[in-house]
């Protein structure tokens, strides 16, 4: 079965320096990977995915993961962080062999000190 | 543009009282889904359809009901049955699963918090 876990629950940095936000997936088929981000009172906005093609994968507001199969792994990163970027991160996988539902991460908070 | 309406944005029951949220697209999505959002607990599926006049339970239906009589609307009442439902509700839709809707990803709404008063 399919499965997501975020490896840090909170993550707090400094405005300007790099963001690292760690996800670790579980899928007996090659999955598809997500990562959406929620500010406060709103919906979820897709980032970026990740879907067999390139293992780097581009997002909005500057951010990028890779996929890296070995390590089963799909990180976030972004190498500057600015304020507006203070939101809730989920890492998502789908769930290929069960009619194509995601399957959420526990969700990590970013907090951007100025 | 093509989105996900959900309305009210924010929704007070009180005690035994059933209320309905509102989840409209028009994106022409065969998916619609129902998540509860808590604090620390991440998102959790309550309801999903793939087909109007189809549905199935997630993993915590209980306390709430679905309907899909249409395909761009998916309410979700919320019934005196449910004895903790003060939460963040998100609709979702997405292809379906024959339209290649795993590789997509699924657009939200904006949400509604409903608070028990």
């Known amino acids: 079965a399919q499965s997501v876990t975020q490896l840090d629950s909170h993550v707090s940095v400094s405005e300007g320096t790099p963001v690292l936000l760690r996800c670790n997936y579980s899928?007996?088929?090659?999955?598809?990977l997500f990562w959406y981000v929620q500010h406060p009172n709103k919906g979820l906005q897709l980032l970026l995915k990740?879907?067999?093609?390139?293992?780097l994968v581009k997002g909005i507001n500057g951010f990028e993961a890779e996929f890296k199969k070995s390590e089963t792994s799909f990180h976030l990163t972004k190498p500057s962080a600015h304020m507006s970027d203070a939101a809730e991160y989920f890492c998502v996988v789908s769930d290929i062999a069960n009619t194509g539902k995601l399957i959420f991460g526990q969700g990590t908070t970013l907090q951007v000190k100025p | 543009d093509g989105g996900i309406t959900q309305s009210p944005k924010y929704l007070f029951r009180k005690e035994g009282q059933n209320v309905t949220l509102s989840c409209e697209q028009n994106l022409n999505h065969d998916a619609m889904y129902w998540y509860r959002q808590d604090p620390g607990q991440g998102l959790r599926l309550i309801y999903y359809s793939q087909i109007v006049n189809d549905f199935q339970k997630g993993d915590i239906a209980e306390g709430y009901s679905v309907s899909r009589e249409k395909k761009e609307s998916f309410p979700l009442t919320v019934t005196s049955a449910q004895k903790n439902p003060t939460a963040f509700y998100l609709c979702?839709?997405?292809?379906?699963?024959?339209?290649?809707?795993?590789?997509?990803?699924?657009?939200f709404g904006s949400g509604t918090r409903l608070t028990v008063v």
């Open positions: 979702a839709s997405s292809k379906g699963p024959g339209a290649g809707g795993w590789v997509d990803g699924y657009t």
């Open positions: 899928s007996s088929y090659s999955p598809s």
């Open positions: 990740y879907t067999s093609a390139a293992t």
